[in-house]
C-alpha cells in the first residue's frame, strides 16, 4: 500500500530567540514521520527544514489545502491558530491531525468538528493517553477486575509548570484567551487517562486559585534570565477536581500543583482503590508522555502483596519519549482502530468549559 503523504504544519524555523513554542512537531510528530514505511512527509507550510529537497514548501494554508499530493495535514501550532491553519484542508476533503486542544476554546472546538462533519473528513485529535501502554494496561487491570469494585480515584500531579516564572517560548500560558495553558494542556491530559481508564464524569465540582496573579517571563537559553518583569496572568496555577465517576459511583479527585515537584516524589501519584485491592500509577512525565521511569503497581488485598504489571512493548518504544504515544495514534489510523478524534475532543473540551465556568463563577462571588 502506498504511504500516507502528510503536509506538516509547525515544524518551526525560527531563530532560537525569537522562538515561541516547545518543538513538539519536532520532537514528537517527526521521528515518528520520518521512521514509519507507511506515512511520507510531502509538504510543509511555512518553515525551514532539513527533510529531502523535493518536499514542497508553501506559505499559506489555501495552497497546502489546494495540494493534491497531500492526503493528511497534520497541524501543530499555537493552540489559538489551530482551527485557521486546517480549516481549508477540511474544506477540500482532507484527513487532518490536531495537536490537543482543538482551539482556544469550546465554540471554536465546535465549529471546527462541525466543519469536519459538513465535509466528511477524518479528524485525528493529539489526546494520546488513551495509547499509553500503561494507562492501557491499568484499564485492563480494572476491568478484569484485579482490584474488584472501585471504590475511589485519586491523582495527585505537579508537573514542574505554574510556578512564578513562565519560559518566554511558553508566555502565551500566562493568557487565557489563547487557549493553550495549565488547565487545557497539562490538566486536560491528566484528565483523559482518568476518562479513558475510568470513564466520564456523572458530576464534578472544580476549585481554581491564582497564587501568582503576576508573573516574570526568563529565558531558559540564559539561564533563566528575566527578559519581561511583572507580567499579568490570568490563569489558575492551583486546580482541583472532586466529584462521582459515571460508571462505578465512585468518587474521584484531581489536585494539579502549579511548582516544581517535591525532590525524589513522582510528577504523578495516581491510585486507584478498590474492594480487593489498590493500583498506583507513579510517572515522572504527564501520562500522555511517559518515560521509563513509569511504573505500575498492584496491591493484593487478600495477599497482601505488592505487584508490578508490566506495560506491552512495542517497536515505538526505541523512539525518543515524546514520540512514543504519538507513534501509536498514527498506528491506530492508519490500521483503522480506534484514535481521539474531534467528536471525542468536543466532550473534553465541554468538560474544561464548566471548569472555567465554575471558575468564573467562584470570582465573581469573591467581588
Known amino acids: 500500500m502506498a504511504p500516507i503523504r502528510v503536509g506538516l504544519i509547525g515544524l518551526s524555523g525560527t531563530p532560537p530567540d525569537k522562538y515561541e513554542g516547545t518543538s513538539w512537531t519536532a520532537i514528537a510528530h517527526l521521528p515518528y514521520l520520518k521512521a514509519s514505511p507507511h ?50 484542508s477540511i474544506i477540500a476533503g482532507k484527513a487532518v491531525f490536531v495537536e490537543w486542544p482543538m482551539d482556544r476554546n469550546l465554540e471554536v472546538a465546535r465549529e471546527m468538528e462541525a466543519l469536519a462533519t459538513k465535509h466528511k473528513v477524518k479528524t485525528i485529535l493529539g489526546l494520546q493517553a488513551s495509547h499509553s501502554p500503561v494507562v492501557r494496561r491499568l484499564k485492563e ?3 478484569s477486575g484485579k482490584i474488584g469494585k472501585i471504590h475511589s480515584s485519586t491523582q495527585f500531579t505537579s508537573l514542574g509548570f505554574g510556578a512564578k516564572t513562565v519560559s518566554k517560548n511558553v508566555r502565551y500560558f500566562v ?35 491564582n497564587t501568582h496573579p503576576i508573573k516574570d517571563i526568563v529565558d531558559p537559553s540564559k539561564g533563566n534570565e528575566v527578559v519581561v518583569k511583572d507580567t499579568p496572568n490570568n490563569v489558575p496555577n492551583e486546580i482541583l477536581l472532586q466529584g462521582i465517576l459515571e460508571s ?13 515537584v517535591f525532590p525524589g516524589t ?49 517497536e515505538w518504544d526505541s523512539l525518543p519519549v515524546p514520540a512514543q504515544n504519538i507513534a501509536r495514534v498514527y498506528e491506530a489510523y492508519r490500521k483503522e482502530e480506534w484514535y481521539p478524534d474531534f467528536t471525542w475532543g468536543v466532550k473534553r473540551h465541554e468538560t474544561l468549559q464548566k471548569i472555567w465556568d465554575q471558575y468564573d463563577s467562584y470570582i465573581s462571588e469573591q467581588n
Request: glycine share 8%; proline share 4%; charged share 30%.
Open 39 to 88: 506515512y511520507e512527509i510531502v509538504a510543509l507550510l511555512n518553515t525551514r527544514n532539513e527533510l529531502p529537497a523535493e518536499t514542497k514548501t508553501y506559505y499559506k494554508p489555501e495552497d497546502l489545502a489546494a495540494d493534491k499530493d497531500v492526503d493528511l495535514v497534520v497541524c501543530s501550532v499555537r493552540v489559538d491558530r489551530h482551527f485557521s491553519s486546517v480549516k481549508a
Open 175 to 209: 493568557d487565557r484567551d489563547i487557549g493553550g495553558n495549565l488547565l487545557s494542556i497539562q490538566v486536560g491530559h491528566s484528565l483523559e487517562s482518568i476518562h479513558f481508564a475510568l470513564g466520564d464524569f456523572k458530576t464534578f465540582q472544580s476549585l481554581l486559585v
Open 141 to 143: 487491570a480494572i476491568e
Open 248 to 260: 462505578s459511583g465512585a468518587p474521584f479527585s484531581l489536585h494539579y500543583r502549579g511548582g516544581k
Open 266 to 314: 513522582p510528577d504523578i501519584d495516581w491510585r486507584i482503590q478498590g474492594e480487593d485491592g489498590e493500583l498506583r500509577l507513579i510517572s515522572p512525565m504527564g501520562l500522555n508522555v511517559g518515560g521509563p521511569a513509569t511504573k505500575l503497581e498492584l496491591y493484593d488485598v487478600a495477599k497482601d502483596t505488592v505487584e508490578v504489571l508490566e506495560a506491552e512493548k512495542d
